[in-house]
């Protein structure tokens, strides 16, 4: 692929323009999420590259797109939220994502954080993840095979972590990762009712803000070849 094709790929054509990423970028903003950093970060990356060609189309709508293995590519506006609340105390060094997925809210976190260690139990879609960050030549980030809800104890601790399926409560083995200080975002609740979360580990215990309600894929145990 030339230089000039690799270009327009990531730029996009048509539905899939910087013209329809403005307007995206817009009602991110008029929803709420003011972190100019965030914006600048889902302005630039092309989320047409994580869904199905077939899907491109509609790639900046605000809404959540199906990517195969009964799982979906994240509500842009829910990336924004959840990345904006992250970095709400400051710039962060380490970050866990649990649910690698399509790879985009992954692709989005590289270039807000030092460095994401991603946890996805299944394998394929990880893989395809893996490809479109090389292709964006996002490089700080380490993937992991695995159960989410174990998390990634090896190289814990982490200054935030990032859940994006559904929990029925809160893993405790998140928790015990979370550094001193560190930062939670997770929704947590069954079918209907879902509510996103914000735990912070302070010197004594955690304190947990209650943010609204949500809807996610859930969490399940158990790597998925």
Known sequence: MSREQDDMLRRGIGMTSQRTRERLIQRLYEEGVSNPKVLEVIRRTPRHLFVDEALAHRAYEDTALPIGHNQTISQPYMVARMSELLLEAGPLDKVMEIGTGSGYQTAVLSQLVERVFSVERIKVLQDRAKERLVELNLRNVVFRWGDG???????????????????????????????????????????????????????????????GAVRFVPLLNGPLA
């Open 149 to 211: 809800w174990e998390g990634w104890p090896a190289l814990a601790p982490y200054n935030g972590i990032i859940v994006t399926a559904v929990a029925t409560d809160v893993p405790q083995a998140l928790l015990d990762q979370l550094a001193p200080g560190g930062r939670l975002v997770i929704p947590v609740g069954a079918g209907e009712v879902q509510q996103l979360m914000l735990i912070i580990r302070e010197e004594q215990g955690f304190s947990r803000r209650v943010l």
